[in-house]
């Protein structure tokens, strides 16, 4: 088993920036590909940005490209997503995962192991 928990979530203004971090912990972290999803209220979850098990490789949805940034550490098992110019759209819950052998897919159950979630509240 892979927990994943999600932290750096909050409230902030249009235009603003967020860190999001994603720890985990129990598997090799660098065997895995890792996604970020975001969910808003009354919408699918849809996949934002992945990042392939040794970083040589990002995606990013149309909606927040030039805008968020994946990274990740592997000595610290964590996968981060900064995010600029934040705009009330983005307004969303935030989920990382991992996946052993997919990379970027968009179908939730291509993803081996989901965190809880981190909410993220644009004002405009």
């Known amino acids: 088993q892979m927990q994943l928990v999600e932290s750096g979530g909050g409230l902030v203004q249009t235009g603003g920036s967020l860190r999001l971090a994603c720890v985990a912990s129990?598997?090799?972290?660098?065997?895995?590909?890792v996604g970020w999803f975001r969910q808003a209220p009354g919408k699918e979850r849809l996949l934002v940005g992945a990042i392939t098990k040794n970083a040589d490789h990002t995606y990013y949805a149309d909606s927040v490209k030039g805008r968020f940034t994946i990274s990740r550490d592997n000595a610290k098992s964590t996968v981060y997503l900064q995010m600029n110019n934040l705009k009330a759209e983005d307004t969303a819950d935030y989920y990382c995962?991992?996946?052993?052998?997919?990379?970027?897919?968009?179908?939730?159950?291509?993803?081996?192991?989901w965190g809880n979630g981190t909410l993220v509240t644009v004002s405009s």
């Open positions: 995962a991992a996946a052993r052998s997919t990379y970027g897919s968009i179908r939730w159950m291509d993803y081996d192991y």
């Open positions: 129990g598997r090799i972290f660098s065997e895995y590909n």
